[in-house]
């Protein structure tokens, strides 16, 4: 079942809280998770790849210039565009190095975007990351919001950790790999559960005095 509209979210979240009952605390704080959903294909992970290690406002800066030159973004588009017209949206050596190899697999039928929806998770991370350029994070952010998967968990992630440190009272921030073992609990619906650990990262960042879950599993 693929998170992709509302109802399909409140399904996921009411699965999610019967499986870890201490995630209750952090939707009593932090309110229902929204569903931030992006439109699947190649402009969704150009998207993406756009934001990797810039602001929130860079990002849409760049994506704005690039949907404006590009109004129906296509992988043989960027394939054919010099690296000039690329800088001057906006993007870096290293973004029109792993653009154009994204590019180059799609159109040469190496990467199907259209395939990843019926593969799982780990699949379809290692697919994706088997492209130079993208890493675990991309692919999991690309699965989670493009495509809706219940179970995309982009672990490295640094305000997924930093809201299972303050959420579960922890000591320090969790590795990656640790959080990976604290989030084994949500399967299937740790896609699900990294929403509702933003929005509650959010809910912290506004300013409000966070309440961490309590210990009943």
């Given at each position: 079942?693929?998170?992709?509209?509302?109802?399909?979210?409140?399904?996921?979240?009411?699965?999610?809280?019967?499986?870890?009952?201490?995630?209750?605390?952090?939707?009593?704080?932090?309110?229902?998770?929204?569903?931030?959903?992006?439109?699947?294909?190649?402009?969704?992970?150009?998207?993406?790849?756009?934001?990797?290690?810039?602001?929130?406002?860079?990002?849409?800066?760049?994506?704005k210039r690039?949907?404006?030159?590009?109004?129906?973004?296509?992988?043989?588009?960027?394939?054919?565009?010099?690296?000039?017209?690329?800088?001057?949206?906006?993007?870096?050596?290293?973004?029109?190095?792993?653009?154009?190899?994204?590019?180059?697999?799609?159109?040469?039928?190496?990467?199907?975007?259209?395939?990843?929806?019926?593969?799982?998770?780990?699949?379809?991370?290692?697919?994706?990351?088997?492209?130079?350029?993208?890493?675990?994070?991309?692919?999991?952010?690309?699965?989670?919001?493009?495509?809706?998967?219940?179970?995309?968990?982009?672990?490295?992630?640094?305000?997924?950790?930093?809201?299972?440190?303050?959420?579960?009272?922890?000591?320090?921030?969790?590795?990656?790999?640790?959080?990976?073992?604290?989030?084994?609990?949500?399967?299937?619906?740790?896609?699900?559960?990294?929403?509702?650990?933003?929005a509650y990262?959010?809910?912290?960042?506004?300013?409000?005095?966070?309440?961490?879950?309590?210990?009943?599993?």
């Amino acid at each position: 079942m693929l998170i992709d509209s509302e109802a399909a979210l409140n399904h996921g979240l009411k699965r999610l809280l019967a499986q870890d009952k201490r995630l209750r605390d952090l939707v009593a704080f932090a309110g229902k998770p929204p569903l931030r959903k992006r439109p699947p294909g190649f402009p969704g992970l150009v998207a993406i790849i756009v934001s990797q290690q810039v602001s929130t406002a860079s990002a849409a800066a760049i994506w704005k210039r690039i949907s404006s030159h590009f109004p129906r973004l296509s992988a043989k588009q960027i394939v054919n565009a010099d690296d000039e017209t690329l800088k001057s949206l906006g993007l870096s050596g290293p973004k029109i190095r792993t653009l154009r190899t994204v590019s180059e697999a799609i159109t040469s039928r190496a990467l199907s975007l259209t395939t990843l929806e019926r593969q799982s998770a780990e699949d379809a991370i290692t697919a994706l990351t088997a492209i130079k350029g993208i890493g675990p994070w991309t692919a999991e952010i690309y699965l989670l919001f493009c495509l809706g998967h219940p179970d995309a968990f982009p672990a490295g992630d640094l305000a997924l950790q930093e809201a299972a440190r303050i959420g579960f009272d922890l000591p320090a921030r969790p590795s990656p790999q640790d959080l990976i073992e604290i989030a084994e609990r949500w399967r299937p619906w740790r896609g699900v559960a990294a929403k509702l650990l933003w929005a509650y990262y959010g809910a912290v960042k506004s300013g409000r005095e966070a309440i961490p879950a309590g210990t009943e599993a």
